[in-house]
């Protein structure tokens, strides 16, 4: 199966500030790479689809890049409620549909 | 769009738990469903899928021959039955729906758009 990996694990950053979070799989999975968003005591979110597509409603400083083995989801002016766990999740061997450990972006 | 899970309690080890998740507000029948959990303070992991038409289902290896998911799409119902439950099934356990209709997961592009509340089974030893 493909492992999925994320880093940091957490990241302090302030209202404004860009932040890039990263997801590496253990083999290529082209772009079938999906990033969630959940916040305590929520259910997950979608945000981007297809490594780059934002799902519907999302909002635009919320950008995804990559291919291969390497992915970014890119926060381009970090806003109060965007303070959350992000998940990245494959689906290019599913089943199963493996979901990156995740990163919590706290605030600093 | 709605996903409302139940059936969530505390349980003793070995015992079996059966989860619904009642679906609203799009045609069920149309789309795979999932069964996604989480530990305490730990990450997402994704338990189980059922096809659209409920004709495959898979799961991930620990949970192998001791739960099963099913569906009735004339009461737009998602189900699964968790048997032999041990400690580390505690979780609240979350259903999600496809992101598109008819998803056969060959070239599957595509995530989970739609997520119930979850509801929260504790295993106890």
Redesign the interface.
């Known amino acids: 199966d493909i492992q999925m990996t994320q880093s940091p694990s957490s990241l302090s950053a302030s209202v404004g500030d860009r932040v890039t979070i990263t997801c590496r799989a253990s083999h290529s999975i082209s772009?079938?790479l999906?990033w969630?968003q959940?916040k305590p005591g929520?259910?997950?979110?979608?945000l981007i689809?297809?490594a780059s597509s934002l799902?519907s409603g999302v909002p635009s400083r919320f950008s995804g890049s990559g291919s291969g083995t390497d992915f970014t989801l890119t926060i381009s002016s970090l806003q109060p409620e965007d303070f959350a766990?992000y998940?990245c999740?494959q689906?290019y061997t599913?089943?199963?549909?493996?979901?990156?450990?995740?990163t919590k972006v706290g605030i600093k | 769009m709605q996903l409302v899970e139940s059936g969530g309690g505390v349980v003793q080890a070995g015992r079996s738990l059966r989860l619904s998740c009642a679906a609203s507000g799009f045609t069920f029948s149309s789309y795979g469903m999932?069964w996604?959990r989480q530990a305490p303070g730990k990450?997402?992991?994704?338990v189980a899928?059922m096809w659209y038409d409920g004709r495959k289902e898979?799961?991930?290896d620990s949970v192998k021959g001791r739960f099963t998911i099913s569906r009735d799409n004339s009461k737009n119902m998602l189900y699964l039955q968790m048997n032999s439950l041990r400690a580390e099934d505690t979780a609240v356990y979350?259903c999600a729906r496809d992101?598109v209709v008819y998803g056969d997961?060959r070239d599957?592009?595509?995530?989970?758009?739609v997520?119930?509340?979850?509801t929260t089974v504790t295993v106890s030893s």
């Open positions: 772009n079938y999906h969630y959940q929520k259910a997950p979110t979608l689809y297809a799902d766990t998940y999740q689906s599913a089943p199963p549909f493996t979901f990156g450990p995740g | 999932h996604v990450g997402l992991e994704w899928v898979s799961y991930t979350y992101q997961y599957y592009y595509y995530g989970m758009a997520w119930g509340q979850g």
